[in-house]
């Protein structure tokens, strides 16, 4: 620290005041406001300032600290460009860009690139590589129960180097490196799809991230960036009102006789080796055969997706079906990749939102 | 891309942050053709005078256990080598949004007759006196400094602080270019 001291920026007074009110979402403390910013005037209420490294935020030391900011000399400055967000007392800073920095509960797609002792090495495009603990998936045959050495001598067999996977982010490390869980059936290992990295930035977080969208098709929006586009799933096993474990059983029969796949549901009674063969599919490596119409479905969810990404449009479902929509005036899925067609798709959709009053 | 370095680094210390900052300087890039050897001991001295000043200005605290790997290609090369790419690693970490103490701006000063030049370009370069400064923010601080020829002493000091001016007016256009990008991204975002 003793390298850098840094003098106050020659900005007018007016605009440090901006910076100081960012006009709060999570909290309304109008009257907190007054009580710490301590007689400064709240000359401007915009929603987001923006600030730069080294940028003066607020000379008042009774401020909290958060990510994005330094403190030096009873002053905090950004460490980071981004818009500055307050919460009570606590000042950050979120870059408008920069790695994803994982949080509890986020539902995301990764890769495995290590299979270690008891866990797997998940890359999820964050600082550092996330983990799986072998007791945090879904073991083959039954559901619920403990994980063996039998387990850990077969991990590869389960989820080896370079398979993708949806998880959910279930805490985190002191150095901000996450641990995930798979354990439900919407997380597990991927198949019939394409992956497709965005800025991590540009996912807009919602409640659910995976979606069955027009066309057969359905896609896995990961909060880190890494999405999944995929066949929708078949032959959903149909919820019977109270159904017994003996008709669960069945119904698991039935699917697996028609497609032979993966249904969910189906490993959830484990009494006969059929149930033990078929939970082991959840980790099965072939694809199911998926028609030509809905592989070029995919595709052209898959360039709408980066047409998005190369306008710096925030994603969710609703924008990429309308993105979808309008992809369909641009004649065939190759011409997609086309910047131009990539800028004028991203421009479409802006004033089709624009129209309607909504992006 | 420089892994060795970074494993070898990683193992003398294993919770420390590593940076390490790679040039790249192909033979298309210069007047005329050359090729370089792939281990210039000019650009590896670069590399580490612009580590030495990114350690100080990055905050490394933040990164523990991981490596930041920076890669400079020269495209087109007209002068200013370091002052360059010492511009483009400090918009390259802004835009990858690492912490950052504050932007750091470099400008090559040179001297002719009694004229003190702002950014030369090579063939200034290969005749004048120069050195290359680069400034923490709107500070007059300097963490970069390279001197390779004679300068007559009683002219440094001016030189310098024309040299900070220019660093100034350089972190001016850079912040408004960073805003700019900046309230773009915002648009679009909700």
């Keep these: ?359 | 891309m420089d892994t060795t370095y970074a494993s070898s680094a990683v193992k003398a210390l294993p919770d420390a942050p590593v940076l390490s900052i790679l040039i790249n300087h192909p033979p298309f890039a210069s007047m005329e053709r050359k090729k370089r050897p792939r281990n210039d001991r000019r650009l590896a001295e670069l590399s580490i005078i612009l580590k030495r000043c990114f350690e100080k200005t990055i905050m490394l605290q933040n990164y523990a256990r991981s490596v930041i790997e920076v890669t400079v290609t020269i495209l087109s090369f007209d002068g200013g080598l370091l002052a360059t790419c010492c511009n483009s690693i400090t918009l390259a970490l802004i835009d990858a949004g690492i912490s950052l103490y504050d932007y750091v701006t470099a400008v090559t000063v040179g001297i002719y007759d009694q004229t003190a030049l702002l950014d030369l370009n090579s063939l200034e370069e290969a005749d004048l006196s120069f050195i290359t400064i680069g400034v923490v923010g709107d500070s007059d601080k300097l963490n970069l400094i390279l001197c390779e020829d004679r300068l007559p002493l009683d002219r440094v000091e001016r030189l310098i602080s024309l040299g900070i001016e220019g660093c100034h007016r350089l972190k001016q256009l850079m912040n408004e270019t960073v805003r700019e990008v900046g309230t773009d991204l915002l648009s679009k975002k909700q």
């Design chain 1, 1 to 359: 620290m003793d390298v850098i001291t840094i003098t106050q920026p020659n900005q007018p007074q007016a605009e440090i005041n901006a910076t100081l009110d960012d006009g709060d979402v999570e909290m309304e403390d109008e009257e907190l406001d007054v009580d710490v910013n301590g007689g400064i005037v709240d000359s401007a209420k915009s929603k987001n300032d923006i600030v730069v490294p080294g940028e003066l935020i607020t000379d008042d030391p009774s401020w909290m600290r958060g990510h994005g900011t330094y403190f030096l000399n009873e002053k905090t400055y950004s460490a980071v460009a981004g818009t500055i967000i307050r919460v009570n007392k606590l000042l950050s800073v979120i870059p408008f860009k920069g790695r994803y920095s994982p949080e509890t509960g986020d539902h995301i797609v990764g890769r495995i690139v290590e299979v270690s002792n008891k866990r797997w090495k998940v890359d999820i495009g964050a600082e550092h590589d996330a983990i799986l603990m072998l007791g945090a998936v879904n073991l083959p045959g039954g559901v619920l129960r403990r994980k063996s050495e039998a387990d850990e001598l077969q991990m590869r067999a389960i989820l080896k180097e370079g398979d993708l996977l949806n998880a959910e982010v279930q805490s985190l490390f002191q150095d901000g490196s996450a641990s995930l869980h798979t354990r439900s059936l919407k997380y597990g290992k991927l198949r019939n799809g394409v992956f497709v990295v965005v800025p991590s930035n540009l996912i807009i977080r919602a409640k659910n991230h995976a979606h069955d969208m027009p066309g057969g098709v359905s896609i896995i929006l990961g909060v880190n960036g890494f999405c999944w586009i995929y066949k929708t799933k078949e032959n959903q096993v149909p919820v019977a009102g109270g159904s017994s474990t003996q008709s669960k059983a069945e119904a698991g029969f039935q699917a697996a006789t028609h497609n032979g796949g993966y249904t969910p549901g189906m490993g959830s009674v484990s009494i006969t080796s059929l149930e033990e063969q078929s939970s082991w599919d959840i980790y099965s490596d072939k694809n199911d055969t998926i028609s030509n119409s809905i592989k070029e479905t995919i595709s052209r969810y898959k360039n709408c997706l980066l047409a998005l990404s190369h306008c710096n449009i925030a994603i969710n479902e609703t924008r990429l079906a309308k993105a979808y929509d309008i992809s369909l005036g641009y004649g065939d899925v190759n011409s997609l990749v086309n910047e131009e067609v990539e800028e004028s798709i991203g421009e479409d959709l802006i004033n089709s939102g624009k129209m309607r009053g909504v992006v």
